[in-house]
């Protein structure tokens, strides 16, 4: 199962970023200010490091608060399903709570945008066949994190719009560091 999960995530991207460039281009509209917007979003761990053995595939939501054109306030949650990878006796997730701001650029075809977030990164291990795994250190914690990274937005329509992004999360402790590459579909509430 995990091979066939990682053989379809870079092809999911490949055609995410395709539709983005397939758009027709039109000049990009920076948000109105006091307006809500949803963003639910399938993503991936890129270089999820020490002590995680392995990538994941996830899921996530993201909500925001466009305060002015170019500024953004978000609440997000992701969660990586298991970055244990093939190990049958483990399974260990990776959830994120933050809040974010988000700043975007006035461009032409899309609207890049730089975000920095503060949160909480909770490193979830549970152990299938505790006997085998004796010797086995549990690397479960809720720590601080940091988030940093950008990404850019291409509109649909009025009401909807095409995100792609890359964020590094830093954990202070024992959750894994890893970078974040999602891609969603952004819904403006009325």
Not at 148 to 161: A, D, L, S
């Amino acid at each position: 199962m995990r091979s066939v999960v990682s053989r379809l995530i870079r092809p999911v991207f490949a055609v995410a970023l395709f539709a983005l460039s397939a758009l027709p281009a039109s000049a990009q509209n920076l948000p109105q200010p006091r307006t809500w917007t949803v963003t639910p979003f399938l993503h991936t761990s890129m270089g999820i490091g020490d002590p995680a053995p392995d990538d994941s595939i996830g899921l996530g939501v993201a909500v925001a608060y466009d305060w002015s054109s170019r500024l953004s306030f978000e609440g997000d949650v992701g969660h990586l399903f298991d970055i244990a990878g093939d190990t049958a006796d483990i399974d260990w997730s990776v959830t994120t709570f933050s809040a974010n701001a988000v700043y975007r650029f006035d461009t032409r075809h899309v609207t890049p945008y730089a975000t920095f977030g503060l949160g909480l990164e909770r490193s979830s291990e549970s152990l299938k066949n505790s006997e085998s795994l004796a010797q086995f250190v549990d690397d479960s914690a809720t720590e601080f994190a940091v988030n940093f990274g950008g990404g850019i937005y291409r509109e649909i329509n009025n009401q909807w719009k095409v995100r792609v992004d890359l964020r590094r999360f830093q954990a202070n402790d024992l959750a894994p560091d890893f970078w974040r590459l999602y891609a969603g579909l952004t819904f403006k509430l009325h």
